[in-house]
């Protein structure tokens, strides 16, 4: 059970009440209070409550808290998955690379870009009432304020990975002056913008607070190590990457060391319910079970991915392993990842008749595996069955669609389906377990990538090791549940030269966070995401039909379209991102 849970006081309905109808720059508050009569500490720590809740207050077809439409079927770790092409078919345009139209449905990305923006003009409202409060009346002022840029700052930097162009709204500005802000800011300027959020909170908040969720020194330290590790590959207008900022790649070592933290003992802790907030969460969204509220603050960003033909779970067969992402599991003799020929031959590639798959003799391949994807023939969340009446070993049949999507599953965001954790809502099924923003894993490859591009990556080599020696030691629960033993995990004895090192780094973070939607962005930010999704492309048109005439754009594709209802509301103040 966790320790703290954001809840929306009762008093925030007249605060916060908010119209879904309304374009996000029409978003303000709403009810009988202004700031003048709700400026007391009492009614501003609420606001704050209300703010981090904001930051969590996405839905399945407008995801804030996990990138999985954006980052990881936008990329080469899975597929839409669901009913078929058609089904939610924004997602489709997205895998495919044929979106050209902004706004050619309101779900997905014009949704995202209203839900963000909806967290941060909380997080401003917040920041305008408690600025007028006088700082011997409320003894947290500063404390606050640097939680709230913090969260402003979240919800800015997802804008900027997701959109590029973005406007940055600060607070005190009427509606007319927020209408008027460009989102034609230059690159760098706006990551610095970015930043002073995040470093105000960096130098006003604590090491660590009493109540997991709320933002921290460490947190910031994290997120800013993460900033400058993006604003450090200059990208020009079409979104090449043009340099790359030693200045910028020292920063990131310097923030990365200013975090404290650890791996989890066992990834697949990161993953289970019972082990939120744990020594590797630095900040995460936080949901609850049982909270007096009608159907819980559970997360339902993930509803549609369930397992479908189970009857365990719900709906929807969405978020497929692609087998890509499957093959790079694959290891050699030493334990090591087959950096270049991974893709060479498919694994699990065959079913038997009872809808299982045998593994190849002399397979051997990471533990990651078991812990990210569900494979036909091993166990599923680390059960053979469910209170002795379910049967939990993946098989062939519970996916949706296998003619066009396969049949591997995603396991990470799923729980076994007698978790106390789980609210099931219709055919939807929600959860309370958190989901992070950000791990120390993250942190350490960050840490390990400036290293490397600085030449000094036999410092690096250690952190990329660290991981894998954690990899070797989460064995136990898939062997337990009664997975064949394939494992096979060792630790790079040396990094021979930068582009090994390079090579390796990257390998390890798809391995690290596979299908937990950072690998788009990551593509881009190395500036790669033509040259690696266009050879994947080649290669699954061979084996997906549906995939065949998807194509990456370079100079598009790298950002989604600016929302056109957003660009005709400010006049046309807002410019449109190349090629939409």
Not at 42 to 58: C, R
Not at 60 to 66: A, E, F, K, S, W
Not at 128 to 147: C, F, M
Not at 503 to 513: D, G, H
């Amino acid at each position: 059970m966790k320790n703290y849970r954001i809840y929306i006081l009762g008093m925030l309905a007249s605060l916060l009440a908010v119209s879904c109808e309304k374009d996000f720059l029409e978003y303000e508050p709403e009810g009988v209070l202004s700031n003048e009569n709700v400026a007391t500490a009492e009614n501003a720590e609420a606001l704050v409550v209300a703010a981090y809740a904001g930051i969590a207050n996405d839905e399945m077809i407008g995801p804030l808290t996990h990138m999985w439409v954006y980052g990881s079927v936008r990329s080469d770790d899975a597929y839409k998955g669901g009913g078929g092409r058609t089904d939610v078919d924004i997602v489709d345009f997205y895998e495919q690379y044929n979106l050209t139209v902004a706004d050619q449905t309101d779900w997905m990305g014009p949704r995202t870009w209203t839900d963000y923006y909806k967290a941060i003009s909380r997080a401003n409202f917040a920041l305008s009432v408690i600025n007028d409060i006088p700082d011997a009346e409320y003894a947290d002022k500063t404390l606050r304020q640097a939680e709230l840029r913090f969260l402003r700052a979240h919800s800015h930097f997802m804008l900027k990975l997701l959109f590029k162009k973005i406007p940055y709204v600060t607070e005190g500005l009427a509606q007319e002056e927020i209408a008027q802000i460009s989102n034609d800011v230059p690159n760098d300027e706006l990551w610095n913008t970015i930043a002073e959020d995040f470093l105000f909170a960096f130098n006003n908040l604590p090491q660590s607070q009493d109540q997991p969720g709320r933002a921290d020194r460490n947190a910031a330290a994290a997120y800013l190590a993460k900033l400058r590790l993006y604003q450090a590959y200059q990208q020009n207008e079409t979104h090449e990457v043009t340099g790359i900022d030693p200045a910028r790649l020292q920063e990131v070592i310097d923030f990365a060391d200013e975090v404290t933290g650890s791996l989890e003992p066992d990834y697949g802790n990161n993953f289970l319910d019972g082990f939120d907030n744990g020594p590797e969460s630095l900040w995460a969204a936080q949901f609850s079970i049982n909270d007096g509220t009608v159907v819980s603050r559970v997360s339902f960003v993930t509803g549609l991915n369930s397992p479908h033909g189970t009857g365990l779970y719900g709906c929807c067969g969405f978020h497929l392993a692609s087998q890509n992402m499957v093959n790079a599991f694959k290891t050699n003799a030493s334990g090591l990842p087959l950096l270049d020929t991974f893709n060479d031959e498919d694994i699990f590639n065959t079913v038997e008749t009872d809808g299982t798959s045998t593994p190849a003799t002399g397979l051997t391949v990471d533990p990651r595996i078991d812990h990210t994807v569900g494979l036909p023939g091993r166990p599923f969340k680390y059960r053979n069955t469910v209170n002795e009446a379910g049967d939990m070993v993946y098989n062939f049949s519970w996916a949706r669609d296998p003619g066009v999507y396969g049949y591997f599953g995603n396991m990470k965001e799923q729980q076994a389906p007698d978790c106390s954790c789980y609210v099931k809502e219709g055919p939807f099924v929600g959860t309370s377990k958190n989901i992070d923003f950000i791990r120390y894993a993250d942190v350490l490859l960050f840490k390990a990538e400036a290293l490397i591009q600085l030449d000094r990556w036999d410092e690096a080599l250690p952190l990329v090791n660290q991981l894998r020696e954690r990899a070797a030691a989460s064995t136990q629960r898939p062997l337990d549940a009664g997975a064949t033993d394939i494992y096979n995990v060792g630790t790079y004895a040396t990094f021979p030269d930068k582009e090994f090192a390079l090579k390796a780094l990257k390998f390890e973070r798809r391995l690290e966070f596979g299908m937990e939607g950072p690998r788009f962005f990551d593509l881009v930010r190395w500036g790669e995401a033509e040259e690696v999704l266009n050879a994947y492309l080649a290669e699954e048109k061979t084996k997906k039909d549906f995939l065949a005439n998807a194509q990456f754009t370079a100079g598009r594709d790298e950002y989604y379209p600016i929302p056109q209802r957003e660009i005709d509301f400010t006049g046309g103040v807002y410019v449109q991102n190349p090629g939409y």
